[in-house]
């Protein structure tokens, strides 16, 4: 008897190991993993490169045309050994429809095997701990994050864009900067608004041109008689006709007048022979 019961016992042992053994590898299997892994990139690099896709997220943001996720309750530490290493416990929440839609495209990018309620949800909260160095908060990497949906709660690995969704702005603003782009002038609400690595100044240019045409059309229909009556129109300023310029030619000097050259003297005539008579002839 005392054998059989310890047969019993040696099998149901085995067999509460296996069945936890089993629960633990299914629970390993169904939960959410990691689909795009930067751990081996530095996470200044991911941010300067924008590799989590925010920048225009956190540009329309800064531009006043969508808010940012409420932060629902926060819990700051602070380090006694260290006054400078700071940490706490936050927890977000997306509602709007701008927030919820670059959440579920950060998740999907870079999670796999997320919960099915997630994709008709109206409302996801997030809940991180975080450190701060010289004012710097980031997820810590040592932890989970909870992503709670409705009343359910999921275990989150961490990812540095769930960092950078979160606590991103400073640096993507002085990416910005420096990068000399310019705030949207509308919320990126949709694929065809998203602005694909241009300058968002560009559409800010092209939206304040036509808002000027618009100012203009309603003026004109405001006031339909100064639309309709002729303008008058200045009469037509003669173009002067160019003068020739006649260059003038300076006379010739007159050439000086030589004097002939006098007359030779008359050369004296050689003084005549005398003329002797003939002796007459001897007797």
């Not at 629970?27 to 990139?41: K, P, V």
């Not at 900067?177 to 310019?182: D, S």
């Not at 002939?260 to 003939?278: D, G, L, M, S, T």
Request: charged share 20%; hydrophobic share 40%.
């Amino acid at each position: 008897m005392r054998l059989l019961a310890f047969l019993s016992r040696c099998c149901r042992h085995r067999l509460l190991v296996t069945v936890c053994l089993a629960a633990t590898a299914l629970g390993g299997a169904c939960g959410i993993g990691i689909r795009r892994d930067l751990a081996t990139i530095p996470p200044g690099q991911v941010g300067f490169d924008d590799m989590c896709g925010l920048q225009d997220y956190f540009d329309t943001i800064e531009a006043k045309l969508a808010t940012p996720p409420t932060l629902v309750s926060a819990v700051d530490m602070e380090n006694q050994a260290n006054a400078r290493l700071q940490g706490g416990k936050n927890r977000f929440s997306f509602e709007t429809e701008f927030q919820l839609k670059q959440l579920r495209r950060v998740l999907d990018e870079n999670w796999k095997s997320l919960p099915e309620p997630l994709a008709k949800a109206d409302r996801i909260d997030i809940e991180v701990h975080w450190s701060a160095k010289a004012g710097v908060q980031r997820v810590v990497t040592d932890s989970d994050a909870d992503l709670i949906v409705g009343r359910e709660s999921f275990a989150l690995p961490y990812q540095v864009c769930l960092s950078e969704l979160l606590f991103g702005a400073p640096l993507y603003r002085q990416r910005r900067l420096m990068a000399g782009r310019g705030l949207p002038y509308k919320a990126l609400l949709g694929e065809e608004n998203k602005s694909g690595g241009a300058d968002a100044g560009t559409a800010a240019a092209a939206a304040a041109t036509a808002s000027s045409s618009a100012s203009a059309s309603a003026s004109a229909s405001a006031n339909p008689a100064a639309s309709t009556a002729p303008t008058p129109t200045a009469p037509p300023t003669p173009t002067p006709t160019p003068t020739p310029t006649v260059l003038s030619t300076p006379a010739a000097k007159p050439a000086p007048t030589v004097a002939a050259p006098a007359a030779a003297e008359a050369v004296p005539a050689a003084p005549a022979r005398p003329v002797f008579k003939q002796a007459p002839p001897a007797q």
